[in-house]
């Protein structure tokens, strides 16, 4: 994750990193797979444990080479041991921000930003720094939560309030939760010209992802964001542990399932 003196919301417990870490180019960046070259220089930006960095230099390990970067530090030091474990001499690992890029002008064919550009501000800033370190005709790769859309069956009206106060939590660390359908306009603004756009579902499904996702959720109100969400007065005490208990309970349902909505963009710089 990158960012700009902004709190990543969802945090960086070791339930949400080793999800992370599942993370493969064939499911998460089929958008891009039409667009890679075995000559590619890429940065994946906000690269968290570089699970996608990863396999991006398994498949273009014949002259390519790819960078992960993450202002998160934790995580880069595991990414490049197991890098040095599978024998990737193509792959490296480096902290930094996307809004000030440690990296020459036109110096990569392809930028990659997953999940990252919905969770900071001013979202501009950062494409026009990508634009900076892409070549001329290099791409840039997003992928990004449109929260709006996601499927959560079933609803009630207690799970529509405890929705309502996750989405204000993300207002205010600086995300848009519905940038996924934004991408084409920010792109168009910032000059880059619009290859494909596509959509596609994070699903969780079985009984073990419904009850993670849920525990996630509750951890998100109960523990990770629980002052800012009393300081600010978003809910009491006693709302927050009807909120929780009402995700413990939708949880519990044997039909509950969740598909975590992604809009998808890949573009060129004109």
Known sequence: MTGQNLNYSGGYSNHTLSQFSTR????????????????????????????????????????????????QAGQLAAAQEQAEQCGLDNVQ????????????????????????LYHIPNPEKALQEISRVL??????????????????????????A????????????????????????QLLAQGFSPLSLSASFDMFTS???VSDYARFWIDFMGSLHKNLILEHQLASEN???????AFTDWAARPEAYCARARCEAVAVKA
């Open 24 to 71: 493969t180019i064939a499911r998460e960046g089929a958008f891009l797979l039409p667009y890679l070259r075995d000559d590619m220089s890429i940065l994946d930006c906000g690269c968290g444990p570089g699970s996608l960095s990863l396999d991006l230099a398994k498949r273009l390990q014949k002259t390519g080479n790819i960078i992960g970067m993450d202002i």
């Open 93 to 116: 690992f480096l902290q930094g921000s996307v809004f000030s890029l440690p990296f020459p002008e036109q110096y990569f064919d392809c930028v990659l930003a997953h999940a990252v």
């Open 135 to 160: 070549k001329p005709e290099g791409i840039v790769a997003l992928r990004d939560a449109d929260m709006y859309a996601d499927i959560i069956y079933p609803r009630n009206s207690t799970l529509d």
């Open 162 to 185: 405890a929705w309502n106060l996750i989405y204000q939590v993300f207002a205010l660390n600086g995300a848009n939760i519905a940038f996924g359908r934004e991408q084409k306009g």
């Open 207 to 209: 009984a073990q992802e």
């Open 239 to 245: 709302e927050l542990n009807i909120f929780m208990q």
